[in-house]
């Protein structure tokens, strides 16, 4: 890490754990006497922590506390509210102390006894403590002890309060200003209890109660008096820290002064309060608060949207035209009410042409307007924006060092300040940069040399290579064997630290709040002082296991531990370490030094472990530290030392002085140490004696030691010894034979009287002296001894079959680049050779395959008898493994197997038995000579080779050629070779399909978990099996896995095959395949440091993987075959439609007659149903529109005749009496006996026992074992393995529902998607009947299909299809070779439809110019597509010749094809309807060939309007139309009704009341031109109503009351009486042949009487200039004759209405003149019709004019309306639905024409006034709509006047008086 860094975001967030204030347990006080304190806390004694290098003073200086006046006390136990705190406190200077000031003036002072104190809980001393020098009281009542001063039972409630000292009383307090950082205060008795001494008491006693259970709550009252959570907030935003000056920036939420000072993280006591801060700390005084400030929003990146085109949709406060956008914002943040602004950066407001919008407080960011093209906005809102202020702390910091920065606000007018919480909550951490040590970059080495543990928390005592810190911390863990991964941050977190000042140094952690009689790991890591930390591999080393004690073993009294190591003073080569221990009671404490490496690996000992195996001290003065030295410690090798102690009162103790007695003493003169072997000097002073030696091994592992030394009986029982007779003693040899090479042995000596065995049944003399005499002189000849060559390790190597092999870390005396390293399958030859003693025989003392007969002499006689065991020699007894004695001399013991010692090693071929096969160079390992002959190696491919224990035996390379195998004798220990043992090879394991596969008994080395097995095809690539393709599959298709099994189980020993985790049955062909091995790579080992052992490296060796790689990968070692029992695979069987299946002969591998088969879709799981299935062809016809449509005729219905227990068997819905079938879990429907096989005695033969009738397609036939379920093969869940796929060939027909396929009659016929597995050169066959009966008649090809090319298609060919229009069945030909008779087609296939109109009403009438539908047809096939034409001739023609748009072919079919619209015909006439079918083009003529039958175009006319009178009989003689017949009918009904809305079927239009017979007239006479509605009058109000018409030779019953009317037939009006009396009126006179010339007459005065009326209005006018004016009457006087001239006035209007009526009179009678004899008639109508519109008008206008006044109240005049004004007010007609607008003629029934229907659709005012009660409809209205109709204005001799008839009128709504055609 770079100096000044901190190690990242972990490191800094363990940094701040820091700020606590108090540890993870326990308290922690610095306090100082003047001169000395002690501190009690609830009567128990606190100890000086001297582990603690530095004190904790919240500075930001080193303070060493070794060196310092203030001293650290440390407990475990962390402080309640109301627990006991006690000083006492005494000053061992005299009253008056000299100080020399800086002027070196010495001035004499009082010296009081004084004390300070501060706490990390908060407790400092002050006032708040109670102090007296009264040491203890009386007991309770009855009590002879006292009561001490710290005892919680003490009462000090007459104790007075503790006086504060001023600071300057005594210059010699502080020196080192370490307390300046700290509000606590010096504290001492109260003058007054001074009793005159100047300096007071030199000794008192102090008492305080700890108040609350926080921080703040501990802390002296004027600490917190004023802290609160109300203070100004306080935001740090900024620090930063340099060794010479730091800056902290912050932000307030209100006006304050602010103080900031810094704390070393290291030398923190706890967080600063505001008074400390504000005491030592820089200062802001009057700080600023937040402020109001413009900021632009934030975008959708988070970066500051300043420039836009959406501006803020809101309206705006206020606008300005200013100058920059600065202008703007002054503008907003200088309104209260502005809350956001809009600026102009480009353009301006195209409304008010400002640049500054303000916005205000209810405006939404979110709303914008559209983007412009011409504007950009900045657009800032105004937020109250903290404001940042800067404090400089000046002060020179170390560089490379971790701060804290805290802050505090007060308020500027409360006081009210920041409270620790606060404080602690704002604080800020920081390094800075530069270290002390820069160019050292190695991270610091933490080693931990030991320890103790107690019942509640864990010390050790460590060293660092860097000065810094030790941090430490512990978490528990089950057992011995679980390791927690701890890391630094993980290690920091728990904040359990000590500071080491000097590099090297040691300083002791107590990690506290442990639980008792539990285990822990405790680890450590250093921090260098530039922040570097110890690395991974580091604090590894430092994992230590401790347990805590138990509870039930006495409390372990060690407070504190120091240890030093430096050279012992008599033998400089070796180290002594010393051990500082500090103990809370006198007792024992033990002490046992072991090498760190065993303590690592297998834990520290508990407390009681170390009472017997430790150096035991006795303690006497607990003020005094204990030291306990340790001597003889091996330089540079690691030791750790765990002590544990206990209190003792040494009541109990005994010792006795040690007696010498005169016995032989052995001491050791020579030792020569072998391979094997040890020859040992032994010197005895007198004698006669036997000389005892015997060696032990120490013990490597679990932890390192040396073995206790043996006793007299154990030295006496041993076997190696020699006898010495000589009394004065001497020297005697001992051989120490077989022990193992390179190991550690203590070697003892023991010299025992020599005296003669005692007679049987007497004991044995007592030996002279003390045995503990004795076994004092064993212990002073032990002899630390190591064996020649390699360190035999009991655990052994590991390698693994499939990855490369090697042996590491070979340790041992005496190693070279020249020894070798051979592996063998039996025993190393070790002290097995030839003795080389011959017998008499001069036989034995070589090699030699001489026979043992002693008949054979070696070298005399017989020389061919050999030993049929092959050579031999003598050996010495327990040398071999397969000595014997010899049957001839028995003395001598022999080896056969020794002789094959002398063979040769390495090399390749055949070796004879004992040397490994598979590994190379026949077992001899390749030394690595760069490791010196500590490793060695089979080179770096894969070993693959039967997994065994093998021997590796070992030869020195400079004592012998390493040659033979004899060289190789020495046993370096035991390879255990992974894999499968060469039995597993040859072994055939068993699976069965369907079940799931267990390799059990798998025989195999070095078996564990992360080991897998493969199944693989039996190639001969084996193991090596690659992949042809890189598309094949990864494995065995249906084996869980692909064929790879689950991780080796070690509980069950095998291996199981899992699918997703769980179990799965196997499910793959009947077969032998082969088992290949991998397991994972050999555990790694590493040297144990400091030790000559080997350890596990720590590493979790890489598991097999769960797929196999192609070629092999780590799957290379061979492990037998798995036989699975199953079928194999077969080609797909083929069953047909309607036939029994039977597979015959399925192949696999242990077969039984019981297996049986089921028909599936996905082996082991139930089929479903096919669609359709049960509900038949209305889903089925759902689901595609694409394929064929289905019918309810399935073949339960319409195939063979079958029993109900088939059906059953089939999973039919139901049976044929329409009872239902029960559901079950089945094969594939169709299929008998659930889908199933019956069983068979024959193996591999399958059968169903009946036809098939599966809904056609491919399915899996799927394998079940007899003994695959216990319960038999009964569910498809038991059907697992699949055989091979089915096809059911066939039509695709269910029980219920068939396909339906339609050819249409008169057309070729051919089928096409045929559902089903149909083979190509199928066929078809149509029946008349049954499947097998003949064909019908007009059937093509004799009704049988041409054979189809692909299956799915079949054709009839050219022939069209004659047969008669139905359904018929299909029928399949199952053989589809030799189909040529109607009786070969048995598999029923569904139904045809042959499709054709069936019936047709043959006749068909349509109006003209009317779309029209032509219903009534029925057949087979019909369908909404089916298409009809209106053609001359069917088949022939074209479509314009029909005079029918759309060229004549139907808008729209209906009802399933029985009904189509047809457009409207432009003129009357007889066609031919065509009819053409969907299936078919449908475009041309002569596509439609089958006529439907004729079709009339005519009827009625629909605009003509008839007359008819009410109280008159109703007669229409003369009915306008074409093709009317005899027998039309009509049926009068309301105006409005739409007559199409009530066709045939349904029920008649609602006739009009009033009209005779409902309505309904009469059949209709004279070719259906004459219609009558009878006898009966017509009783309808006048009006005009809509008529509709039937057409009786259409109607499919003729016409009758019911109709059909569905046709429009015209209007009929009904008039009035009057108008009928004014039509039958008698005829007028002629006109008389003079009244032209009277007309001459009669205006030849006229001139005259215009000049005279000028004459008369000039004299007038000259009289009136002579009359003056008249005045204005009174304004008060009554006017007497006012109502009289109002009745005059309106008798005048009356009769200029009346005068104007007659003129209109008069007008048309001109205009009726002129016209001709022929248009008299309706000229006297009209004159009728306006007559009585002329009287309405009177009556209206005089209702009116009573109503209307003007303002003087006098009647107002309404101008008269004339006929050239009206059109400019002539009103719409409600009816105008019922108008046309082509001049179509008014008939009155005799079929003269007489008026324009425009005058017809006038509506009589007098009509306006019926209110009928039975609200009948109003007749048509007769006024005038428009003047457009040339012959209206034809008739009135009145020009045509475009204007006038485009002016509109009011609404018949309006309220204007209506209006008038006569004046």
């Not at 001393?125 to 040491?135: D, N, R």
């Not at 690595?928 to 997994?947: C, H, L, Y």
């Amino acid at each position: 890490m770079a100096p000044g860094t901190l190690a990242g975001p972990v490191l800094l967030l363990h940094l701040l754990s820091l700020l606590l204030a108090l540890q993870t347990s326990g308290l922690l006080l610095v306090g100082e006497g003047d001169t000395d304190f002690f501190v009690y806390v609830n009567g128990d004694f606190v100890f000086r922590d001297t582990s603690i290098s530095v004190l904790p003073m919240n500075g930001v200086k080193r303070v060493i506390a070794s060196t310092a006046t203030a001293k650290v006390l440390t407990t475990t136990r962390d402080l309640n509210a109301g627990d006991l705190i006690a000083i006492q406190v005494y000053n061992s200077f005299l009253n008056v102390r000299s100080s020399t000031n800086l002027l070196n003036q010495t001035i004499d002072y009082p010296s009081p006894a004084g004390v300070i104190l501060a706490a990390d809980d908060g407790t400092m001393s002050s006032a708040g403590f109670k102090c007296s020098i009264e040491a203890d009281q009386a007991g309770a009542l009855g009590s002879t002890g006292r009561i001490p001063f710290f005892s919680p039972q003490f009462n000090d409630s007459h104790w007075g309060y503790a006086e504060e000292q001023n600071p300057s009383c005594c210059p010699w307090r502080n020196v080192d200003v370490a307390w300046d950082r700290l509000n606590a205060k010096w504290i001492g008795i109260p003058k007054s209890a001074w009793y005159g001494n100047i300096s007071g008491p030199r000794q008192f006693f102090c008492r305080h109660r700890v108040t609350g259970n926080s921080t703040s709550d501990r802390m002296p009252i004027e600490e917190t008096e004023r802290a609160t959570l109300g203070a100004p907030a306080l935001n740090i935003t900024e620090v930063k820290v340099a060794t010479s000056m730091s800056q902290v920036k912050f932000t307030l939420g209100a006006k304050a002064h602010v103080y900031c000072g810094m704390v070393d993280s290291r030398y923190q006591l706890r967080i600063p309060t505001h008074k400390e801060l504000k005491h030592w700390g820089e200062s802001f005084r009057n700080a600023p608060g937040p402020s109001f400030k413009m900021l632009f929003l934030t975008g959708a990146k988070g970066e500051p949207e300043e420039f836009t085109q959406e501006q803020f949709d809101h309206p705006a406060l206020l606008r300005f035209t200013v100058d920059g956008r600065k202008a703007c914002e002054d503008r907003c943040l200088r309104n209260s009410d502005c809350a956001a602004m809009v600026y102009h950066s480009f353009g301006k407001d195209l409304t008010t042409n400002t640049n500054c919008k303000l916005l205000d407080t209810t405006f939404n960011a979110s709303k914008r307007k559209p983007p412009s093209d011409y504007e950009t906005f900045q657009q800032m809102i105004k937020t109250w924006v903290p404001v940042e202020s800067t404090i400089t702390i000046s002060g020179e910091l170390l560089p490379g060092t971790i701060y804290f920065t805290y802050c505090s606000a007060e308020d500027v007018i409360t006081g009210n300040h920041s409270n620790i919480s606060v404080i602690e909550g704002a604080v800020d951490v920081k390094r800075t940069q530069g270290c002390f040590d820069c160019g050292n970059t190695n991270p610091p080495n933490i080693t931990v040399l030991g320890g103790f543990a107690t019942q509640q928390s864990i010390g050790l005592v460590a060293s660092t290579s860097r000065p810094g810190r030790i941090f430490c911390a512990a978490v528990q863990i089950p057992f011995m064997n679980v390791t927690v991964t701890m890391d630094s941050a993980t290690i920091r977190a728990q904040n359990i630290f000590n500071i080491l000042t000097d590099a090297g140094s040691s300083g002791g952690v107590t990690i506290p709040g442990l639980t008792p009689g539990r285990l822990y790991q405790v680890q450590c890591t250093a921090e260098a002082d530039g922040g570097r930390e110890s690395d991974q591999a580091d604090i590894d080393r430092s994992r230590r296991k401790i347990y805590t004690e138990s509870t039930e073993v006495s409390t372990v009294t060690i407070n504190s531990m120091k240890l030093s190591v430096a050279p012992m003073p008599r033998d400089p080569s070796k180290d002594e370490m010393t051990i500082l221990l500090q103990v809370s009671a006198a007792g024992y404490i033990w002490c046992a030094v072991m090498p760190s490496a065993n303590t690592r690996s297998n834990g520290v000992p508990s407390g009681m472990a170390l009472r017997n195996i430790g150096q035991r001290q006795k303690v006497t003065d607990i003020l005094q530290d204990a030291i306990s030295l340790v001597n003889d410690l091996t330089r540079n090798f690691l030791y750790d030392v765990f002590c544990t102690a206990e209190e003792n009162d040494f009541k109990n103790e005994t010792a006795g002085d040690s007696v010498l007695s005169p016995f032989p003493i052995a001491t050791i003169h020579a030792v020569e140490v072998g391979y094997d072997n040890i020859a040992v000097t032994v010197n005895v002073n007198k004698g006669p004696a036997v000389a005892y030696c015997q060696v032990y091994p120490w013990a490597l592992r679990p932890t390192t030691g040396r073995p206790a030394p043996p006793t007299v009986d154990i030295m006496v029982a041993g076997k190696d010894k020699a006898d010495l007779d000589l009394a004065q003693g001497g020297y005697v040899s001992v051989e120490i034979k077989g022990k193992l090479s390179g190991m550690n042995y203590d070697l003892y000596c023991y010299a025992d009287e020599k005296v003669p065995a005692p007679p049987p049944g007497i004991a044995a003399p007592p030996r002279v002296g003390q045995v503990a005499q004795r076994e004092f002189h064993i212990r002073e000849t032990r002899t630390e001894l190591q064996m020649k060559g390699p360190l035999f390790d009991e655990l052994g190597w590991e390698c693994t079959s499939g990855h490369n092999c090697s042996i590491d870390n070979v340790l041992g005396v005496g190693l070279s680049a020249d020894d070798q390293l051979m592996l063998r399958q039996d025993s190393c030859p070790g002290r097995c050779r030839c003795n080389h003693i011959q017998d008499v025989y001069r036989k034995g003392g070589e090699c030699a395959a001489i026979s043992q007969d002693p008949v054979v002499i070696s070298g005399v006689g017989i020389t061919d008898k050999t030993d049929p065991l092959g050579p031999w020699c003598y050996v010495d007894p327990g040398t071999c493994p397969d000595e014997r004695r010899s049957a001839i001399l028995p003395d001598l013991v022999l080896s056969y197997k020794v002789c094959t010692y002398n063979a040769t090693v390495g090399g390749s071929g055949t070796f004879p038995k004992g040397y490994p096969y598979g590994f190379p160079n026949g077992g001899v390992f390749t030394t690595v000579r760069q490791a010196g002959g500590r490793a060695f190696t089979f080179g770096p491919q894969p070993i693959v080779a039967p997994g065994y224990s093998y021997s590796m035996c070992w030869c020195n390379g400079t004592e012998s050629p390493c040659k033979q195998e004899s060289d190789f004798r020495i046993r370096l220990g035991a390879l255990s070779f992974a894999g499968p043992t060469a039995a597993q090879e040859n072994t055939n394991m068993t699976c069965r399909v369907g079940l799931p596969c267990v390799a059990r008994y798998f025989n195999g080395i070095g078996l564990k978990r992360g080991s897998r097995i493969v199944a693989l095809e039996d190639t001969a690539e084996g193991c090596y099996l690659r992949k042809q393709n890189p598309s094949d599959l990864p494995g065995i298709r249906g084996f869980p896995n692909w064929g790879v099994s689950e991780s080796f189980n070690n509980v069950t020993r095998e291996y199981f095959w899992y699918e997703n985790g769980s179990s799965a049955p196997l499910v793959v062909p009947g077969k032998v395949y082969i088992l290949c091995w991998c397991g994972p790579p050999r555990q790694g080992m590493v040297k144990a440091p400091g030790k000559e052992y080997r350890k596990p490296d720590g590493t979790t060796p890489e598991p097999c993987p769960a797929v196999r790689a192609d070629g092999g990968g780590k799957f290379m070692a061979p492990a037998g075959r798995l036989v699975v029992i199953g079928p194999v695979l077969s080609d797909t069987v083929q069953c047909k439609l309607g036939v029994e299946c039977v597979v015959p002969d399925v192949q696999g591998i242990g077969l039984q007659g019981s297996d049986r088969l089921n028909v599936l879709e996905t082996c082991g799981k139930p089929a479903d149903p096919p669609p359709g299935w049960s509900d038949g062809f209305a889903m089925l016809n759902n689901r595609s529109a694409s394929g064929p449509r289905w019918t309810s005729a399935g073949w339960m219905t319409h195939g063979p005749k079958l029993s109900d227990e088939m059906l059953i068997s089939f999973g039919v819905p139901s049976l044929p009496d329409g009872s239902s079938v029960a559901k079950v879990p089945r094969g594939v429907y169709g299929f008998p006996n659930l889908g199933m096989t019956v069983p068979h005695p024959v193996p591999g033969y399958f059968s169903w026992g009946g036809p098939t009738w599966a809904y056609a397609g491919t399915y899996v036939l799927c394998w079940c074992g007899a003994d695959a379920t216990t319960q038999g093969c009964n569910s498809p869940a038991d059907f697992l393995a699949p055989v091979a796929y089915m096809v059911v060939n066939g039509p695709g027909v269910l029980p219920l529902a068939g396909q339906v396929h339609r050819c249409v009659r008169g057309r070729r016929c051919e089928v096409l998607n045929f559902n089903g597995t149909q083979p190509a050169a199928s066929k078809l066959a149509i029946a008349s009947g049954g499947c097998g009966t003949p064909t019908p008649h007009g059937a093509p090809n004799n009704g049988q299909s041409f054979a189809s090319a692909d299956g799915s298609t079949f054709r009839w060919g050219d022939d069209p299809i004659m047969v008669d229009p139905g359904l018929y069945k299909l029928c399949w030909c199952p053989s589809i070779s030799g189909c040529n008779r109607y009786d070969n087609y048995q598999s029923y296939a569904g139904v045809l439809e042959v499709k054709a109109p069936v019936k047709s009403p043959m006749n068909f009438f349509c109006p003209v110019q009317t779309n029209c539908n032509i219903t009534g047809l029925t057949g087979v096939g019909l369908n909404d597509m089916d298409t009809i034409m209106v053609l001359t001739v069917c088949g022939q023609g074209s479509p314009a010749d029909s005079g029918f748009t759309n060229g004549g072919k139907s808008l729209l079919t209906y009802d399933q094809g029985t009904k189509f619209v047809i457009p409207a015909a432009s003129r009357e006439g007889v066609y031919q309807v065509c009819w053409c079918a969907a299936e078919q083009t449908c475009i041309n003529p002569w596509d439609y060939t089958t006529s439907l039958g004729r079709l009339d175009v005519g009827g009625p006319d629909a605009g003509f309007t008839y007359r008819c009178f009410e109280w008159e009989v109703c007669t229409i003689t003369d009915l306008q139309g074409k093709s009317l017949s005899e027998g039309d009918r009509f049926i009068a009904v309301k105006p409005g009704t739409v007559c199409r809305d009530y066709p045939y079927g349904g029920p008649p239009p609602p006739f009009q009341p009033g009209f005779p017979n409902d309505g309904v007239a009469l059949p209709s006479t004279n070719g259906g031109k004459e219609h009558t509605w009878g006898s009966d009058l017509l009783r309808a109000p006048p009006g005009r109503y809509s008529l509709c018409w039937c057409n009786n030779r259409t109607a499919p019953e003729g016409c009758t009351e019911k109709g059909p009317f569905d046709i429009p037939g015209g209007f009929v009006r009904v008039g009035d009486s009057k108008e009928f009396q004014y039509i039958t009126r008698p005829e007028d006179n002629p006109p008389r042949q003079s009244d032209f010339e009277l007309s001459y007459l009669l205006a030849a005065p006229l001139p005259l009487l215009f000049c005279s009326a000028i004459c008369f209005g000039v004299k007038k006018l000259v009289t009136r200039r002579g009359i003056p004016d008249p005045e204005a009457p009174p304004l008060f006087e009554p006017q007497a004759n006012a109502r009289a001239n109002r009745e005059q006035q309106m008798r005048d209007s009356v009769n200029k209405d009346v005068q104007e009526v007659l003129q209109t009179r008069v007008r048309v009678a001109a205009l009726v003149k002129s016209k001709t004899e022929k248009q008299n008639y309706g000229l006297l109508a009209l004159y009728g019709l306006l007559r009585r519109n002329t009287t309405t008008v009177e009556k209206v206008v005089k209702t009116e004019d009573s109503k209307v006044r003007d303002k003087k109240g006098e009647p107002k005049r309404k101008k008269p309306k004339t006929f050239e004004s009206s059109d400019e007010e002539a009103e719409d007609d409600k009816d105008d639905e019922a108008e046309t607008d082509d001049g179509r003629q008014i008939s009155d029934g005799s079929g003269s024409e007489l008026a324009n229907s425009d005058i017809e659709e006038e509506k009589l005012d007098d009509f306006e006034q019926i209110d009928h009660v039975e609200k009948l409809p109003e007749p048509p209205s007769t006024k005038f709509k428009s003047m457009r109709n040339s012959r209206i204005l034809k008739i009135l001799d009145l020009p045509e006047d475009d204007d006038a008839c485009s002016k509109g009128s009011p609404s018949s709504g309006s309220s204007q008086t209506p209006r008038s055609y006569y004046s």
